[in-house]
C-alpha cells in the first residue's frame, strides 16, 4: 500500500466505483447517469481497468463496485470481478438484472462476486415498465431467484419518487417475499435525468410521511429479519448531507471512459479539469489533480458555509446541487435553509404541492417524461440542469 509522510495529505480512495459502462437496455426517467453520457462512449478496454482495480486497491481501496449502465453488457464482468477479488476488494455488482442468466450468476459467483445489488422500479409491473421505458419486470423477478440460488445477500434498490411513493407498502411486501436481506428505499436526488424530469418525480409531503409511516409499520412487523433502509430527500430535509462522504475523501469513480470523478455527475461542473486513466495514475490522479483538490476539506467555501457551526459535518453538502440551482458551484447546497438560494429548493416542493395529483396515465399525457435514451442525450447535453418545461424545452 502506498505510504505517506505528510500530514496534509488526503486519505486514500477506500472505495472504487467501477462505471464500467454507460449502455444501458433500461431508460429510466430518473437514471443518475449524466444527461451528456453519449458524448462519453469511448470505454476503456479489459487491461486498462485492470490496471485501474490495481492501482486503486495499491493505493488503499477495499470495496469494488462495478456498475454502469449495465455493467452485465460488458464480456469481461467475470475477469474484472475475478482479479479484484484476487487483490483482496470486497466486490459488488450493482445491475438490473437484464443480461443475468443461471449461467452468468454461477460464472461471477465462481469469480468471487461477494454481493448484489439489484434494482426494482416498483412493485407493479405496469409502473416498473413504464418507468424503465421496458418490459424488465418479470425478468427481475427471476433475476430474484437466481441470486438466492447462489447464495448472494441481496440488495434490492429501489429510486422513489411521486410515481410510486403510495406503493410503499406493496414495494416492501415484494422485497420480502423475494427474500432480500436488504432493501433501500432510495428517495430521487435531483440530478441528471432526475432533474430534467423533477416535476414529475417530486413528491408532496404528505406523500413522505405516509412513505416513513409505512416503511417504520414494517420494520417492527418484520423484526430485523430484512433491513430497510429509507433514505430521506434533502429536498424536504431543509438539512445537507456530506455528498459522496466529502469531496475526494472515500469515493472514487472512474467513468468508461476513464474519466477520474469525485462523483458520478461531477463532470458537470464548470472549470474543473478530471484526470483520465488512460493518461494518468489514480495515485497522480486522485492526490494531485486540481479536479480532486478544488473541493476537497473547507477551505474553498464562502459565506454562510465558511462560519457555520456545522461545515465540518457536511462540508456544504453537494456541489453538483449548488450549481444546477445557483450556477454557482463553491455556494452553500441550496437544500439548506441557511443557504441564500434555498427558495429555489422550496418554491420546487411548494409547487410539487399545489400540482394535480397526477395519475399513472394522466401525467405523461399532462407533460411528457424525457427518457434516459442516446437521442435524449446528445438533444439535452447542453441544455441547463434544470427541469424541463411543459412542452420539453428548458427552463429559464
Ligand atoms: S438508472 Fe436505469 S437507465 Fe440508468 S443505468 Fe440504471 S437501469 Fe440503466
Ligand atoms: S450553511 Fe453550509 S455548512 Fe452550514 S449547514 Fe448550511 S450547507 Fe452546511
Known sequence: MSSDPSPDRPGPPLWLLAELTYRCPLHCVFCYNPVDYARHEDELGTADWLRVLREARALGAVQCGFSGGEPLLRDDLEELVAEARRLGYYTNLLTSGVGLTRERAAALKAAGLDHVQLSFQDSTRE?????????????????????????????????IHRLNIDHIDRIIAMAADCGAEYLELANTQYYSWAMLNRDQLLPTRAQLVEAERVTDDWRRRLDGRMRIFFVAPDYHEGTVKRCVNGWGSTMLTVAPDGAMLPCHTA??????????????????????????????GTGWMKEPCRSCEHKERDLGGCRCQAWMLTQDAEAADPACTRSPHHGA???????????????????????????????NSLRWADAP????????????
Not at 281 to 295: I, L
Not at 347 to 355: G, I, N
Not at 386 to 395: F, H, I, L, V
Request: hydrophobic share 40%.
Open 267 to 296: 463532470r458537470m461542473l464548470p472549470g474543473l479539469q478530471f484526470p483520465n486513466v488512460r493518461e494518468t495514475s489514480v495515485e497522480q490522479g486522485w492526490y494531485a489533480s486540481d479536479g480532486f483538490q478544488r473541493y476537497r
Open 127 to 159: 409502473m416498473n415498465d413504464f418507468l424503465s421505458h421496458t418490459r424488465t419486470f418479470d425478468l427481475k423477478q427471476r433475476v430474484a431467484g437466481l441470486l438466492k440460488e447462489q447464495g448472494w445477500p441481496m440488495v434490492m434498490n429501489v429510486v
Open 345 to 375: 429548493v422550496r418554491s420546487a416542493v411548494d409547487a410539487a404541492e399545489s400540482r394535480i395529483q397526477f395519475t399513472e396515465r394522466a401525467m405523461p399525457r399532462e407533460r411528457p417524461l424525457i427518457y434516459r435514451d442516446r437521442a
Open 385 to 396: 440542469l434544470q427541469p424541463a418545461r411543459a412542452d420539453g424545452s428548458a427552463a429559464d
